[in-house]
């Protein structure tokens, strides 16, 4: 039979308030809550999500850039039909004469 070590550790309230609400919800000990976590850490994983490898988060992030650059494209196109709208109709406007 494995003897599981024992350790008095000091941590700030609002924390140990954090374990006690996570231990709850997922219908753990408290001891098992922070068991857990402490394992997931070792491991690289964030408690509750599995993990994610960089190289799709970099794939992500490129394909956002890409995205982003389209957009910025169809932009300043769009502001250059708006430009040109209000170039054509300017000599509508009161006041103005044909130019």
């Known amino acids: 039979m ?4 024992q350790m008095k550790i000091r ?3 609002v924390l140990k308030e954090r374990i006690e609400a996570a231990a709850t919800a997922a219908n753990r000990s408290w001891n098992g ?3 857990q976590r402490l394992e997931a850490s070792f491991q690289g994983q964030v408690t509750g999500l599995p993990p ?3 190289h799709q988060l970099e794939e992500e992030l ?6 982003f650059g389209k957009v910025m494209s169809e ?3 769009v502001r250059g039909q708006v430009g040109e709208i ?7 406007l ?3 004469k044909k130019g």
């Open 2 to 5: 494995t003897e599981d070590a």
């Open 11 to 13: 941590l700030p309230r």
């Open 33 to 35: 809550e922070i068991v």
């Open 52 to 54: 994610t490898p960089l």
């Open 62 to 67: 490129a394909d956002l850039q890409e995205k």
């Open 75 to 77: 932009l300043q196109a």
């Open 86 to 92: 209000d170039t054509r109709t300017q000599h509508l």
């Open 94 to 96: 009161p006041g103005r």
